[in-house]
């Protein structure tokens, strides 16, 4: 089973700057992949990144990147230029090994993030 | 595209009352999911479902329902509602393996009175 953890409080975060979400994971699959997803206040799950377990190098995707460290069993999002757009719960999301039909998404309890004009 | 298009969007419902809600895909996607997500929390599976007259049981299935018969369609019915049950309901879909991510539908907002 896959299990993810976010464990930080809610955090504001002045408008241009940076800021690191953080999201650990533990699993026994040989291949797994990590996504973020951003949930606005309007409710809807909106896919922002993904990582999977063999990709040599850090996703990216505009303004957001993964900070993947394997051997931590780690997958930090960072946010850089934050805008107030950004304000949202951010989830760190896991799925196991595909060839083991464990496609299941399991996910963590977010982070509150806010950003301050 | 549609996406995945879930119905309704808000609904009440009352102690011992039954309902389905509704979920349909257009994507062809082989995968689809149901999860649950109460105030403050993750999502939570509830059933999901590999292909056409295929499901399974996910983390939280008690006092729910799934069926099935089409790749596009995958009803999630409630039965004798509870409280308990008061959530945002999403679902969501994929292929076998994952690339290309998880489409979710925009969620119905569930409150059991």
């Known amino acids: 089973a896959q299990k993810i953890t976010q464990t930080q409080p809610g955090m504001f975060v002045q408008e241009k700057e940076a800021v690191t979400l953080d999201c650990t994971y533990d699993?026994?699959?040989?291949?797994?992949?990590l996504f973020w997803y951003k949930q606005p206040s309007s409710g809807e799950m909106i896919f922002l990144i993904y990582?999977?377990?063999?990709?040599?190098q850090n996703a990216t995707e505009g303004r957001y990147s993964l900070n993947f460290q394997k051997a931590r069993k780690s997958a930090n999002l960072v946010i850089s230029a934050s805008q107030l757009g950004d304000s949202a719960m951010y989830f760190c999301?896991?799925?196991?090994?595909?060839?083991?039909?464990?496609?299941?998404?399991?996910f963590g309890k977010g982070n509150q993030v806010v950003v301050i004009p | 595209n549609a996406g995945v298009t879930q119905t309704p969007k808000f609904r009440i419902l009352k102690i011992g009352q039954s309902m389905t809600l509704q979920c349909a895909q257009d994507?062809?996607?082989?995968?689809m999911y149901w999860y649950r997500q109460d105030p403050g929390m993750g999502l939570k599976l509830i059933y999901y479902?590999?292909?056409?007259?295929?499901?399974d049981k996910g983390e939280v299935p008690n006092g729910y329902n799934v069926s099935r018969s089409t790749t596009e369609d995958f009803p999630l019915r409630l039965e004798l509602a509870a409280p308990s049950q008061t959530s945002v309901y999403f679902c969501?879909?994929?292929?076998?393996?994952?690339?290309?991510?998880?489409?979710f539908g925009s969620g119905t907002r569930l409150t059991v009175v």
């Open positions: 994507m062809n996607h082989n995968y």
């Open positions: 699993t026994s699959d040989p291949s797994y992949g």
């Open positions: 990582q999977g377990s063999y990709d040599q």
């Open positions: 479902s590999v292909g056409a007259g295929i499901t």
């Open positions: 999301a896991m799925r196991g090994a595909p060839e083991r039909g464990n496609n299941r998404l399991a």
């Open positions: 969501a879909s994929s292929y076998s393996t994952g690339e290309g991510g998880y489409t």
